[in-house]
């Protein structure tokens, strides 16, 4: 088997098994109460893309760290997600009805329960990272790591900013930042929490760090182009929102071209800082790709 297909076995075992943990921990949709049980996993366990829960692993794994000690951390980054996208598809929100290729948690439901069922996610999400099988002082540094990423230093504060950005010209130096926020800070908690599972020392955490700030960044304006170019039945969500919306994006204040060149260059950073780390490399490098090359 090649490097590179031994690479992608790997991010295959470890997505499998962030789908058969997601499936354990989440609440039987036949106990009461029903109805919120089977929305929260209507959200989680739709078919996304994990990139969150395998840059855990990966990290983790790159720094010596066992599958068994990242399962929570994987568990608890993916959580969060879902969650933040129930509640980012809601009419108050950018009122969407499809996500994943699937009707959104408000419709399939209704919006009070979607709430709920974001909100459940959430606490989820925490409890499953503090019952990691890692020492006390680990799991509150990254119990600290996820609550920054999410809360409004982070994603929700993100998110506050897109709406605000949501109609009017802002720059360039702005819309890093929104973005660095609403989606970098969640890839980068994820990469984080690897990192402190696996005992990462401050060079490594600094290489690691570049790495995902470049990644976050990359993943945005990857979303940005594909919301242009791509369409609604590959996306699994609906294409052209963010024109229609007007929003705030990489392609509306720079162009196609200087955001492809843009994608091109946070590539090059990525392979750098990790080419800084010398070992255990390959599944970050690898998702890295995936990021920039994806078609959805």
Known sequence: MSDASAVDARLAGWQARIETALDRVLPAPDLAPSRLHAAMRH???????????????????????????????????????????????????????????????????????????????????????????????????????????????????????????????????????????????????????????GGADARQHAALDDYADALGLAFQIKDDLLDIESDSATLGKTAGKDIAQDKATFPALIGIEASRARLQDLATTMQASLDSLHAGIDALAALARRVVERDR
């Open 43 to 197: 959200a989680a366990l739709n078919g996304g893309k994990r990139i969150r829960p395998l840059l855990v692993y990966a990290s983790g794994h790159g720094l010596g760290a066992t599958d068994e000690a990242l399962d929570d951390a994987a568990l608890a980054v993916e959580l969060i997600h879902c969650y933040s996208l129930v509640h980012d598809d809601l009419p108050a929100m950018d009122d969407d009805e499809m996500r994943r290729g699937q009707p959104t948690v408000h419709v399939a439901f209704d919006e009070a329960t979607a709430i709920l069922a974001g909100d459940a996610l959430q606490a989820l999400a925490f409890q499953r990272l503090a019952s990691a099988p890692l020492p006390d002082a680990a799991k509150v540094s990254m119990l600290r790591e996820l609550a920054v990423a999410s809360g409004h230093a982070g994603m929700c504060g993100g998110q506050a900013l897109d709406i605000d950005a949501t109609g009017r010209r802002i720059d360039i130096g702005q819309l890093e930042r929104l973005h660095a926020m609403k989606t970098g800070a969640l890839l980068r908690a994820a990469v984080r929490l690897g990192a402190l599972a």
